[in-house]
C-alpha cells in the first residue's frame, strides 16, 4: 500500500514558476513508476510526466516538454514536478500516482492571465 499527498499548488500569474510535491508513505516506494495527471475543469485527466523507479527516464507531453522537468528523491519518498513558463492552460488539479495504481487526493494549480 502506498499514500501519496501532493502539495505545492497555488495561485501564479503566466510566465510564473511552481513546484509540486508528491509525498509517499511505505517503504516501497523505490519500486514504482512515478507520474503526474493534471485535470482542467470539464476535461478528462491528461498525462502531465512520468519517471521510472530509479529516476533515469523521465517521459513527458508535448503540451509541457521543455517547460516542466519531473524528478524524484528515493531517500526522501518523493517526487517532484517542477513547472516554468506556465500558461494559463496549465490550470488543473494535478495528481501524482505511483504505478498507475495509487493516486494522491490532487493540488490545485491556477495560472492567472
Known amino acids: 500500500q502506498v499514500q501519496l499527498v501532493e502539495s505545492g499548488g497555488g495561485l501564479v500569474q503566466a510566465g510564473g514558476s511552481l513546484r509540486l510535491s508528491c509525498a509517499a508513505s511505505?517503504?516501497?516506494?523505490?519500486?514504482?513508476?512515478m507520474g503526474w495527471v493534471r485535470q482542467a475543469p470539464g476535461k478528462e485527466r491528461t498525462f502531465v510526466a512520468s519517471?521510472?523507479?530509479?529516476?533515469?527516464?523521465?517521459y513527458y507531453a508535448d503540451s509541457v516538454k521543455g517547460r516542466f522537468t519531473i524528478s524524484r528523491d528515493n531517500a526522501k519518498n518523493t517526487v517532484y514536478l517542477q513547472m516554468n513558463s506556465l500558461k494559463p492552460e496549465d490550470t488543473a488539479v494535478y495528481y501524482c500516482?505511483?504505478?498507475?495504481?495509487?493516486w494522491g487526493p490532487g493540488t490545485q494549480v491556477t495560472v492567472s492571465s
Open positions: 500516482n505511483a504505478g498507475s495504481r495509487y
Open positions: 511505505g517503504r516501497t516506494f523505490s519500486t514504482y513508476a
Open positions: 519517471i521510472n523507479d530509479s529516476g533515469g527516464f523521465t
